[in-house]
Nanobody
């Protein structure tokens, strides 16, 4: 049974930090590209960060470069998103996605709210 479960969301003040986790099971995690997406209120879902299964490169949306860092621990089948210097416009539901060729798995999302 495939499971993709995000955690770590919450309410944080502007300038604060959060670390999201995405724990996966039921598939060969290390061979999947892992990415984080977000969907803000009234907005379309957008790619935030991606990290391939076998590579060391990472790609980020321009809006989060220098503030967010994606990482993965294949031994724990977990991908992380460290978010620093958070802004109100980062408020969104954050989703984790696992992709390999034509196979995709999504998590249920975790809410991040940046507000004073």
């Amino acid at each position: 049974q495939v499971r993709v479960v995000e955690s770590g969301g919450g309410l944080v003040q502007p300038g604060g930090s959060l670390r999201l986790s995405c724990a996966a099971s039921g598939f060969s995690f290390s061979s999947y590209d892992m990415s984080w997406y977000r969907q803000g209120p009234g907005k379309e879902r957008e790619l935030v960060a991606v990290m391939p299964g076998a590579g060391v490169w990472r790609n980020y949306a321009d809006s989060v470069k220098g503030r967010f860092t994606i990482s993965r621990d294949d031994a724990k089948s977990t991908v992380y998103l460290q978010m620093n210097s958070l802004k109100p416009e980062d408020t969104a539901v954050y989703y984790c996605k696992a992709t390999q060729l034509l196979t995709t798995y999504w998590g249920q999302g975790t809410q991040v709210t940046v507000s004073s």
